[in-house]
């Protein structure tokens, strides 16, 4: 993958216009020529919007009062576009996209010659001395179907150790290099437990290890440097913004990373605003108990929250259920907390004035979270705490009306309900089904809704979180009318959850997600409207430019490929 | 000892007048009726002073023009007293203090029933359930000399474990309660290596442990409470405003007892300023890396550098001296940190932007810490870092020109000199001794200094301190005309060591150690000049009211002792 632009961009929009006489204004940014949905209920609509050299909005309304009242140093010609406020996922982790952004993408490849071309592409922009980590390789998609072996890379990395994943995670191809740094023999006629080393007819290792032998080369994968880590940070910032995100709740976040972060935040080289979620009972928490909650002073990077994981995941059945999974009887899914653990450590985040966020995802694992909450908080349930629920994916009847009686936000990923959707209701039956990936239940029953995208697990791309919460339906548009419809939100519903949602969700309400006198000028410009389009042309809605603090931080070049990882194409109608 | 008034009292002072028509300085307070020592050079003396309502100094000068500009609301009559800037002590251990003052004092306690009865006083302001811990007892000044027993206190405090140290530090006289708590039976003939336990004729433990053997109770006192905890910082605090301190720099905290003095600033129970120096390379130095210096919102309390620690202690034989120790041939004393490893610290302090503190008293401490700090800091080393050396007691003759060309802070303790000057050149001997304790020297070579006790190693009386830096005599005024005379501080000198020095060694200088505009309202009333009565009469001046912020923290009330360990006669004036 080629490298991003430049964080902050210059603007492209940008007109200078000196006006004799109006010094006092030479501070004002006016945008013009737009179409804006504020997210105000008092003003849904504006044409034009100023804002300060802090960044503030100064006044949301019509263009010519406003150029009149404002009009100075600065004018932003929005070409038409539609403005919308800056998108916050509400469930990410940024250093995992970075990291897994300089992983060379090897899917597709159609035969060795296209690996080598990929990785060597993408080698130019890594660090040196960096191992060249990639993913995606099939050699069934090759001409001769035959595994590759270290030697089919030795030519073009001679030196830097290359180590890829095979497209299913059961394999791992290393070069000679990363052979040799492998502290052991590996030839002979041994194998590691649960896995195998391929061989050739000399007992030699010949690249390619199986399973559990693919242990062997990830333990001597160096720690990421410094510099790595910020390569794989700076990566993860200009992907969010390219894709519209002026905000990210990251969710686990170790003191080191936060400090890298931080480092970021003193250099402005964050283009976004980050809030950071502590990695459970770590360091972090222990750093925010003895010293607040943390707020970087640029106000784009504060922690002011914990995160804890209750149980795993619904796809590989660790999802804590109250009864079976309907597809394993006698399993009902692990604890990755123990109980006591987890209560420990909310009523430690509590006691520090931190704000608990955890991962709940089976209706057992959402159960423990509202009891344990509900011990923690007793009597200051009713208070505007904003205790968050991340995932919430499968919920007892009875629990529903519990997450609003305990003032509980949840927070959900759209596109994880369609990319669970093919199997999900396998897992936990027809019946327990009506209560997974309820979003309008929840609503109905009056509790506020985060939207996100946990990526990297998920796209970056919030037009697709969009278009999974308005639609239901996978890229081919299948099934026809949603799965599970009535769960699906109203457009206004679904940008609502990544925007205003979001930012509540985060106590950053009083100044984010919404365009409006007082607020922080964060901003995307789209080039239609996604609240009056067809579901279907949600993804591939264009964000033409970026806006935080009232500065692009990112603008569309016209040949960009903004995520050569998710397809353009958009989705077949689904006929009804 | 009795608890002392509350920390922020109720000014006895305070005189209200409503002023028809001033309305606008209602919130301005003027300080009349005083002779001032400002610490501004530009000018020195005063007779009033203003403040907002924010404690900032609006003016200084005489009463009559700032009574007609700023007279308001409150005036403030200091009775025709001294009023000094607040003092500061730039080397301290708050809680080390706090629990100190957590021990009841046995010391000159004429027999057993003298003993139970200051330990009944003590017990009544300890907590429930807490250990009463003591010491300075000493059987040999009781009329029949003899070894006392558990039996002796089991009366008075039949369920409170009692644990008492023996004014040497050699022996521990515990209750039946403090025996109970020791899981083992401490019957039979059997001894712990390197020390006794006294048993009766039928082997059972009397309740006096000698040397090692007291480590069996110390094991299990039980480990602080928070709210002991609380109680020993309140303590400390109260005496430290007491004795006219309206500022701490705290060497080597913990995380914990910073989450612990954020509690005090959240809950304005901070009666003076702490500046946190974090307990060398550990979770608060990590903390403080992560998230960037420490500044509570209050001003009250900040963490912005690091304390560690080189080397050990003359008196123990443990500083690290160049050559051999005068009185031990072939021992040169010891690194408590392995220098690599105190490298690796100061290299972390200074790449995340804190301030390193480093303890060195022998002169090969000194050296260590003058070719690390060198080496950090390289070509910065012009740079306004403010790098200290804690204590710096012995010098190289060599190394003193090396403090200035590293624009370095000597940070150190009057009252170490006069205690140590018994014994100090029988352990460095006639030529070594004259650039130990060489304040003069080091302010030649224009070094800055900043001033301290070290309490609780030392009395947290500054009056002391001042006494030792002009005299360089005890207590009884000996030796003659000091103890190296030509290092004697000048009172001025001595009292800006306490006041502008400590606040230029953690970057206060533009708020702190002085009182002009801008300045925050830190100061102390005294009844009697300081820089203008012989040295002998500085231990007793007496602190009327300790001011922070523009409010009082400490009021002497006229039947008050503020530190009962502390003897108030004067010293006997050394005849010259």
């Not at 179409?35 to 849904?44: F, L, M, V, Y």
């Not at 390619?208 to 940070?233: G, K, M, Q, Y």
């Amino acid at each position: 993958m080629r490298r991003l632009k430049p964080l902050v961009a210059r603007s492209s929009f940008l007109v200078s216009l000196l006006l004799a006489g109006a010094a006092s204004a030479a501070d004002t940014t006016v945008l013009v020529n737009a179409r804006i949905h504020t997210g105000n209920p008092d003003q849904p609509a504006a044409t034009a919007m100023a804002w300060d050299a802090s960044g503030r909005v100064l006044a949301v309304g019509d263009e010519a009062p406003l150029l009149l009242h404002y009009g100075g140093l600065r004018i932003v010609d929005a070409g038409g576009g539609v403005v919308i406020p800056g998108m916050i996922d509400a469930h990410a982790h940024l250093m995992n996209l970075g990291f897994a952004l300089l992983r060379a993408d090897l899917v597709g490849a159609r035969d060795r010659a296209e690996v080598i071309a990929r990785l060597q592409a993408f080698a130019a922009d890594l660090p040196d001395g960096a191992w060249l980590l990639g993913r995606g390789w099939d050699q069934n998609d090759w001409p001769d179907k035959a595994f590759p072996t270290a030697a089919d890379l030795d030519a073009a990395f001679p030196d830097r150790p290359v180590w890829l994943e095979r497209v299913d995670g059961h394999a791992g191809w290393a070069n000679s290099a990363a052979l040799r740094a492998v502290g052991r023999d590996l030839s002979g006629d041994w194998q590691p437990d649960g896995g195998r080393i391929l061989r050739d007819g000399e007992g030699r290792a010949t690249g390619v290890f199986i399973d559990a032998a693919s242990a062997l080369v990830d333990a001597v994968v160096p720690p990421a440097s410094h510099a790595l880590r910020a390569e794989a940070l700076e990566r993860a910032l200009a992907a969010a913004v390219a894709n519209g995100l002026t905000g990210v709740h990251d969710m686990g976040v170790s003191l080191d990373d936060l400090r890298l972060m931080r480092e970021f935040a003193d250099a402005g080289r964050l283009p976004l605003r980050i809030r950071a979620y502590a990695d459970g009972d770590a360091a972090a928490l222990a750093a925010l108990c003895a010293m607040g909650p943390y707020e970087h002073g640029g106000g784009r990077l504060a922690m002011r929250g914990v995160k804890f994981y209750v149980d795993g995941a619904l796809g590989s059945r660790g999802a804590a259920l109250l009864e079976d999974y309907s597809d394993e009887p006698g399993h009902r899914g692990l604890l990755v907390t123990a109980p006591e653990d987890f209560a420990a450590g909310v009523r430690k985040a509590a006691d520090c004035g931190l704000q608990p966020a955890s991962h709940a995802i089976g209706d057992r694992g959402v159960r423990i979270v509202l009891d344990t909450y509900a011990r923690t908080l007793g009597d200051a349930s009713a208070d505007d705490h904003r205790w968050r629920v991340e995932h919430a994916q499968v919920i007892a009847p009875e629990d529903f009306s519990r997450f609003a009686a305990l003032h509980l936000v949840a927070s959900m990923q759209p596109t994880h309900a369609t990319s669970d959707m093919p199997w999900a209701q396998t897992r936990v039956g027809g019946e327990r089904i009506r209560g997974a990936y309820a979003w309008q239940t929840l609503r109905a029953a009056g509790v506020p809704l985060a939207l996100g995208s946990d990526f990297p697990v998920e796209s970056v791309d919030p037009r697709l979180g969009l278009y999974a919460a308005v639609s239901r339906q996978d890229s081919e548009g299948r099934p026809r009318g949603g799965w599970f419809p009535r769960q699906r939100l109203t457009p206004v519903q679904a940008l609502e959850g990544f925007t205003a949602g979001a930012a509540f969700a985060a106590f950053d309400e009083a100044e984010l997600g919404r365009l409006m006198p007082g607020y922080r000028a964060d901003f995307v410009i789209l080039d239609a409207d996604p609240l009056a389009m067809p579901a279907t042309r949600l993804p591939v809605l264009v964000v033409r430019s970026t806006w935080v603090d009232g500065e692009a931080v990112y603008e569309k070049t016209v040949s960009e490929t903004v995520d050569p990882g998710v397809s353009r194409a958009p989705p077949q109608p689904s006929p009804d």
